[in-house]
């Protein structure tokens, strides 16, 4: 089974029915082996490509995970990216915003960590947290201290979906390539997987009583997401819905998603002028004499 893109793509436009859409699918390897092939090939295609599209410098591309708890993203983006090259990639997990960060507006703590040109930034949760967690703990929204709050928190999603379509069309006309992936996680898995943080030891770290208190709020957060991803997937900036019950499949869907991505731009490695080619000959002269 050959993993097709558009398959977990998000079209701008469409009405997100997260009930629509699975939490699993046809794998697309066989077995443990075949999976640890699969993702060693994509995992060699993407360290190639990434060289290349450092080399290039014309491109900066973002990754944003997004996803409820235990729904694989940390594994995605270690098992994945684990064959680019550290200077290259860079990775940034945001949680609960601190007092300074509070300080501005809800897109400025994320700002200042976009990648640059011929780098690929990975945001471990994203400014869509303010339009997820944020609406469903509204408390959350009042010590930001908007002072336009009061006047109706439909407007203040509205505005805040505006502000995050627009700031990635501007980073999409100056070079950034956006790509967002939100894991889709049935609450089941997830039941699963909690339970597994608190049998084995070795996974006990991973479990924190504030998990268990967001699950109750499992309603909420879909419609948060359905409203999100239907009223931000664009086509500069598009969501992927990727099914996240099987963790393995899961991250060669993303995989092969990102190589897509980086295969889709215009690069190339420098030309070398003919007075570099002159100089190099020279150096080449000086070291073999």
């Not at 709050?149 to 439909?154: D, L, N």
């Not at 995050?164 to 069309?169: D, G």
């Not at 086509?235 to 993303?254: H, Q, S, T």
């Not at 092969?256 to 980086?262: G, K, M, S, V």
């Amino acid at each position: 089974m050959k993993i097709s893109s558009k398959d977990f793509r998000v079209k701008e436009g469409d009405d997100v029915d997260l009930g629509k859409w699975p939490t699993i699918v046809e794998p697309v390897y066989k077995s443990k082996d075949q999976y640890q092939k699969l993702l060693e090939e994509h995992v060699a295609q993407l360290s190639s490509l990434q060289q290349l599209h450092y080399a290039s410098n014309r491109y900066a591309v973002l990754l944003i995970f997004q996803a409820m708890d235990a729904a694989g993203k940390d594994g995605a983006i270690r098992h994945v990216m684990s064959g680019v090259n550290p200077q290259g990639c860079q990775v940034f997990s945001f949680k609960h915003p601190s007092p300074a960060e509070l300080q501005h507006d809800f897109l400025w703590r994320t700002t200042r960590d976009l990648p640059e040109r011929g780098r690929i930034g990975i945001f471990n949760r994203s400014y869509y947290e303010e339009v997820l967690i944020v609406r469903v703990h509204p408390e959350i929204l009042r010590s930001e201290g908007i002072p336009d709050a009061p006047h109706g928190e439909k407007a203040i999603w509205r505005d805040r979906y505006h502000s995050i379509v627009n700031l990635e069309k501007h980073l999409h006309v100056n070079g950034t390539r956006i790509v967002k992936f939100y894991l889709h996680l049935s609450k089941e898995e997830q039941r699963k997987r909690f339970l597994a943080r608190i049998d084995e030891p070795e996974k006990n770290w991973k479990f924190s009583l504030a998990d268990i208190a967001e699950r109750k709020f499992w309603k909420h957060y879909m419609k948060a997401y359905e409203e999100c991803l239907s009223t931000t997937s664009t086509r500069e900036a598009p969501w992927y819905v990727v099914p996240a019950d099987d963790k393995e499949n899961a991250r060669l869907i993303v995989s092969q998603i990102i190589l897509d991505t980086l295969e889709g731009l215009e690069m190339s490695y420098p030309k070398t002028t003919d007075e570099r080619h002159q100089e190099l000959l020279e150096i080449r002269k000086q070291l073999t004499t």
